[in-house]
């Protein structure tokens, strides 16, 4: 099965259909896509160079605004941002955005192309602490200003939860390796297995650097109280983590329990079905009407035939036997698995980086500075959506507050 989780699991739009489909854009002055874009990507403007055969124009639009263009076209959840401002919606269904980016990115790799530059060196260094989305934006941005940047991750490879948590049949690891590689060409230096708070301080950084970015993301998952110490339980994030380490090479019972509804929960939902896991019970505590996930991400595990049993939370466990009570109406179901895993959110693991109190800043930018000068944050630990597209928004903001900041403009 594991050839089968390493497949992506979206077709790839070819040069016709990619055409196509740019051509149902009605071309909208305001381009309200462009304005629900939170990285700012600027769809309207590159479906528009799509519509008139300019590839290499769209790919230059794509990756001046977004330095992980080809990771947000797989992986953002579109529905919700740019296709949900469409205009076409009003007539039947709104541009498939992402598919159309990811066709530009995929060709802006098969040619070769190479758009980003390292800007003017003004002789300021910052240190970035971790190298999910958030981080690798800020790094690409600050670079592209002219900062020298060194990015310190405590894994042995660079890219947080896009490499060690999205499963690989929605995002390859050599899209990953790809786009770190281009932010490597600006100039900016990795530092891995380097963890800080242990490797290295936080103040041995602040006397190097002129700046520090706390960008280390939501990588811990939560365990509720009653399940803990079950040797039958497993984090979502620690077995998507295990499942992409192995390539899909591992053994798993063909009895699985998931307790979660969001985006996470559906990754592992999908990503059983992929292993070849039979019977897979889903359990969410919001009903249908209030999901948080991707609808996108709901329909494929839908459609792989997993069973999604909204509405209700776990009250009780026995060993592998779950109860659980429906929020609303009177009713208990009782579940035995083989296996649990646990989807109900994560937290950042800030241990070791000191006391951070996030607190508004100066600009019209707020959020991104903190209780010392020095010390900024950016990816999940900012308060926006936990999307890589999101991270990727505060990635740019948070470069372009340090600068206002450090850099004087």
């Known amino acids: 099965m594991s050839e089968k989780y390493t497949d992506e699991l979206e077709v790839a739009f070819t040069p016709l259909n990619v055409c196509e489909e740019a051509s ?3 071309l909208c002055h305001d381009a309200p896509c462009s304005a629900d874009c939170p990285a700012g990507t600027d769809p309207g403007r590159f ?7 300019n ?3 769209a790919a230059e639009v794509v990756r001046e605004n977004n330095a992980l263009g080809a990771i947000c076209a797989r992986v953002c959840p579109t529905e919700r941002y740019c296709q949900k401002g ?3 919606s009003g007539i039947d269904v709104p541009i498939d955005i992402g598919r159309i980016q990811r066709f530009i990115t995929d060709f802006e790799e098969a040619t070769k192309m190479e758009i980003l530059k390292k800007g003017r060196s003004n002789g300021k260094k910052v240190a970035i602490v971790g190298s999910g989305p958030g981080a690798l934006q800020a790094a690409a941005s600050l670079s592209r200003l002219g900062y020298e940047v060194d990015v310190y991750e405590k894994e042995s490879k660079c890219g947080g939860y896009m490499r060690y948590g999205i499963p690989e049949y929605r995002l390859p690891s050599h899209i990953v390796d790809k786009e770190i590689e281009h932010i490597v060409k600006l100039g ?3 530092h891995t297995s380097t963890e800080v708070g242990k490797d290295i301080t936080i103040e041995e950084l602040k006397s190097s650097h002129d700046a520090i970015v706390i960008a280390v993301g939501a990588n811990r998952g939560k365990m509720l109280p009653m399940f803990k110490g079950n040797p039958h339980v497993e984090i979502a994030v620690d077995f998507l983590k295990r499942v992409r380490d192995a390539k899909g090479k591992v053994d798993m019972p063909q009895n699985v329990l998931v307790i979660g509804g ?4 559906m990754d592992v939902d999908v990503t059983l079905k992929m292993l070849g896991v039979k019977n897979i019970s889903d359990v969410v505590y919001e009903e249908f009407c209030e999901f948080r996930a991707s609808k996108k991400e709901l329909r494929d595990a839908q459609k792989l035939g997993v069973s999604i049993i909204d509405g209700y939370v776990p009250i009780a466990v026995d060993g592998k036997s779950v109860t659980f009570k429906h929020r609303v109406i009177p009713g208990e179901i009782k579940i035995t698995a083989d296996k649990i895993i646990l989807a109900v959110g994560q937290y950042p693991d800030v241990e070791g980086l000191g006391d951070i109190k996030i607190v508004a800043g100066e600009s019209n930018v707020p959020g991104y500075g903190t209780n010392d000068p020095k010390v900024f944050v950016a990816g999940d630990i900012a308060h926006l959506d936990k999307t890589v597209v999101a991270a990727v928004r505060t990635g740019k903001d948070v470069a372009y507050f340090i600068h206002s900041k450090i850099g004087g403009r």
């Open 262 to 265: 969001g985006d996470v929960a």
């Open 86 to 88: 469409c205009s076409r």
């Open 47 to 53: 479906i528009r160079a799509v519509r008139f055969r």
């Open 188 to 190: 900016v230096h990795l």
């Open 55 to 57: 590839f290499k124009g």
């Open 24 to 26: 149902r854009c009605l």
